[in-house]
């Protein structure tokens, strides 16, 4: 005779307990409807910790220590696109990142499972990080570009982008990411653990909203590569100097790669970028301006980036000469200062760059004119990399209590244009 598997029925009655939501209904769908049941079953469902038992719930003699009654069960999670808040107090792996990150103890683990929700995998503001990642983009382009503008202030506004860029872009956030060792979901759903980044690589969700204009000729900039000056994405594009894209032109781009592995990279990019931003707004909206800061400091500024590799020049000596017109210095002349090999296969030429008796850069080449162009950009590298010190101070500075008097900033004239 076959042995009955009493759990199993045990589990049978709890998918099909009274009130409960049905498997085939999304929550997207049922969030609306306040009045409805299910939609007052979720919102208790957000209780940090479930209702403790009375002595009501014991008078029919059942443990209900392992077989709660179904009125206190928390409601059906595998309905729901993403896991319920209640969850987070539960999860090993965000008790772990929360430890492993040292965030702050006033920062909840339901606001930190909260960040780890994107946008394309559960679509109602209040329970993905869309919010969180805008502050948290607002504060790290802030503090960003204001380190940037104080500790190098001779980089030109291009160069300025690109370091902004490598320092807060998508691809370095989510290598921040990365390094904090975040996983991501097989696929969202309720089910999923909160521990787990979850996003959808079938729909891409909603943007997050940058600063910056639309431009009406933004579909021709990006399909026929029109050309947009310093000047132009100063006062039009983002915080990293690029065209904000209307939808029309989105779509044109995505239709390019909608098939292919560059866009499956491009979601699970963006989705590990908005949860890096989304961990700094929770600790600014839990902790406050300096925590975040700190933190910043710590996981994004720190971060190695070779400036001098993001220079490139096209006529150097030119440049220089107008550098030097500019700042009342003496012509730059060219000298060879050594050389080895002249006949050989293999000549080696070291070329210096002098104004007056002042050596202004020093660079080896096969030839002496590449020795001449690299001396040029080297002495023009020197110019623009100029900073007063590691430790800069910086305007967010003074909104500690016990900050000293402010020094004025080194401003510069500002880059060399050639004509």
């Given at each position: 005779m076959k042995r009955l598997r009493v759990d199993r029925w045990t589990g049978q009655l709890l998918l099909a307990r009274p009130g409960a939501c049905p498997a085939s209904t999304p929550r997207t769908a049922l969030r609306p409807a306040a009045a409805s049941r299910c939609a007052a079953v979720r919102t208790r469902s957000t209780r940090?910790?479930?209702?403790i038992p009375t002595d009501e719930d014991y008078a029919d003699g059942t443990d209900h220590t392992r077989f709660p009654p179904l009125e206190k069960l928390p409601p059906r999670a595998t309905s729901l696109p993403s896991p319920p808040p209640e969850r987070a107090l539960q999860s090993a792996k965000l008790a772990a990142l929360h430890a492993r990150l040292s965030l702050p103890e006033k920062l909840p683990l339901q606001t930190l499972a909260r960040a780890l929700?994107?946008?394309?995998?559960?679509?109602?503001p209040l329970f993905n990080n869309t919010n969180l990642a805008f502050v948290g983009q607002s504060l790290i382009?802030?503090?960003?570009?204001?380190?940037?503008?104080?500790?190098?202030?001779?980089?030109?506004m291009e160069i300025l982008y690109a370091a902004m860029k490598g320092y807060a872009g998508p691809a370095a956030l989510h290598h921040v990411a990365r390094s904090w060792g975040l996983e991501h979901a097989a696929a969202p759903g309720g089910e999923v653990d909160p521990g787990l980044l979850q996003f959808s690589l079938h729909k891409p969700g909603n943007a997050i909203v940058t600063l910056g204009y639309k431009r009406a000729e933004a579909e021709g900039l990006q399909k026929y590569k029109w050309r947009h000056g310093i000047s132009s994405r100063v006062v039009f594009d983002d915080d990293f100097g690029q065209v904000v894209e209307t939808d029309k032109a989105t779509q044109l781009r995505r239709a390019d790669t909608e098939y292919g592995n560059e866009y499956t990279r491009s979601l699970a990019e963006k989705a590990y970028a908005n949860c890096a931003r989304a961990v700094v707004g929770a600790i600014y909206a839990h902790a406050g301006r300096e925590p975040a800061k700190a933190f910043i400091r710590s996981h994004i500024l720190s971060r190695t980036l070779d400036l001098s590799a993001l220079f490139s020049f096209k006529k150097p000596t030119r440049e220089l000469a107008l550098l030097c017109a500019r700042e009342d210095?003496?012509?730059?002349?060219?000298?060879?200062?050594?050389?080895?090999?002249?006949?050989?296969?293999?000549?080696?030429?070291?070329?210096?760059?002098?104004?007056?008796?002042?050596?202004?850069?020093?660079?080896?080449?096969?030839?002496?004119?590449?020795?001449?162009?690299?001396?040029?950009?080297?002495?023009?590298?020197?110019?623009?990399?100029?900073?007063?010190?590691?430790?800069?101070?910086?305007?967010?500075?003074?909104?500690?209590?016990d900050a000293q008097p402010w020094t004025p900033a080194y401003i510069d004239m500002g880059e060399i244009i050639g004509r």
């Open positions: 940090a910790m479930p209702e929700v994107d946008n394309s995998a559960d679509e109602n382009h802030y503090h960003v570009a204001e380190w940037l503008m104080c500790r190098y202030p001779r980089l030109p210095f003496e012509f730059p002349i060219a000298r060879l200062l050594s050389e080895t090999g002249r006949l050989s296969r293999t000549p080696v030429f070291v070329v210096g760059i002098f104004s007056g008796k002042d050596k202004l850069g020093e660079a080896a080449g096969p030839s002496l004119e590449v020795a001449r162009n690299k001396a040029a950009m080297n002495a023009l590298k020197s110019w623009y990399l100029y900073s007063p010190g590691e430790h800069v101070r910086v305007p967010s500075d003074m909104l500690a209590e």
